[in-house]
C-alpha cells in the first residue's frame, strides 16, 4: 500500500506569491493534517481535515488556508508568502479524527526568496 | 496548551552503545508516539504508545501516563539510528492535534 504522498517536494517561490501544497493520504484514512516544521524545531499543527470538514486550526494567520475533497486528498494554500514562511510542510493521515496513530508523507520543503 | 519536553537535546554514541531518551508531558494524553526523522525530513513511526510498554528490534519505548513521561530505548545503536527522534502527545480535543517536542539529536559513530 503507498504511504502518504505530498507534492512537489521542494519548492521555491518569491515573496508576495502564492503557493499551493498537495497531500494524498493512506488509502482508507479519512483525516487529514498538515504541520510546518522550521530548522531545529519540531512540527507545528496548522489544520485538521475530516470528511472534508475542518475540525482543527493552529495558532497560525488567515493567509494560510486548506480543503480536503472528496477523495480524502488535501491541499494548504498559503497567500502572500513572507520569507519566514520557508520550512519543511508535512501532511499526517491517520483513520480518525483523534486516538488513532498519525502517519507522515515525506514533506513539500519550501523556501522563499 | 500541553508542554512536551524531551531530554538530552543532543547525544552523541560509539556504535554498539545503548541509550535512553525521555519524554515528559505536561497533562494527560490519549496518544503519544515516537517518530525518526531521518536527513530527508521523513517522519518514521517507531511507535504508537499512550501507556505500556512495546518493544521492536533493537527499540523498546515504556509510556507511563499516570507520571506523564515516556522512555525510548535504543540498543546496540548502529550509524543509521542516526537523525532527529521526535515524542509528540495528542491532548483529547474532539480532533487530532499532535504536539512535539523539540527532538533529541543522536549521532552515532562508527
Known amino acids: 500500500d503507498a504511504g502518504v504522498t505530498q507534492s512537489p517536494t521542494h519548492l521555491i517561490k518569491t515573496r508576495g506569491q502564492h503557493v499551493t501544497l498537495r497531500c494524498s493520504p493512506i488509502?482508507?484514512?479519512?483525516?487529514v493534517s498538515w504541520y510546518q516544521q522550521v530548522l531545529g524545531q519540531g512540527p507545528q499543527f496548522i489544520f485538521q481535515?475530516?470528511?472534508?470538514?475542518?475540525?482543527g486550526r493552529g495558532n497560525f494567520p488567515d493567509r494560510f488556508s486548506a480543503r480536503q475533497f472528496p477523495n480524502y486528498s488535501s491541499e494548504l494554500n498559503v497567500n502572500a508568502l513572507l520569507l519566514g514562511d520557508s520550512a519543511l510542510y508535512l501532511c499526517?493521515?491517520?483513520?480518525?479524527?483523534?486516538?488513532?496513530?498519525?502517519?507522515f508523507g515525506q514533506g513539500t520543503r519550501l523556501t522563499v526568496v | 496548551g500541553i508542554q512536551v519536553e524531551q531530554s538530552p537535546p543532543d547525544l552523541i554514541l560509539q556504535e554498539g552503545a545503548n541509550s535512553t531518551l525521555r519524554c515528559n508531558f505536561s497533562?494527560?494524553?490519549?496518544?503519544l508516539q515516537w517518530f525518526h526523522q531521518n536527513p530527508w525530513g521523513q517522519l518514521i513511526n517507531l511507535f504508537y504508545?499512550?501507556?505500556g510498554t512495546k518493544q521492536n528490534g533493537r527499540l523498546s519505548a515504556t509510556t507511563v501516563a499516570t507520571e506523564r513521561y515516556s522512555l525510548l530505548y535504543i540498543s546496540s545503536s548502529q550509524t543509521t539510528d542516526s537523525g532527529v527522534y521526535f515524542c509528540?502527545?495528542?491532548?483529547?480535543?474532539?480532533?487530532?492535534?499532535?504536539?512535539f517536542g523539540k527532538g533529541t539529536m543522536l549521532l552515532v559513530s562508527p
Open positions: 509528540a502527545v495528542e491532548r483529547p480535543s474532539g480532533y487530532s492535534t499532535l504536539t
Open positions: 488509502s482508507g484514512h479519512k483525516s
Open positions: 499526517a493521515s491517520s483513520l480518525e479524527t483523534e486516538n488513532t496513530e498519525a502517519f
Open positions: 504508545i499512550p501507556s
Open positions: 481535515y475530516y470528511e472534508k470538514e475542518e475540525r
Open positions: 497533562d494527560s494524553v490519549n496518544n
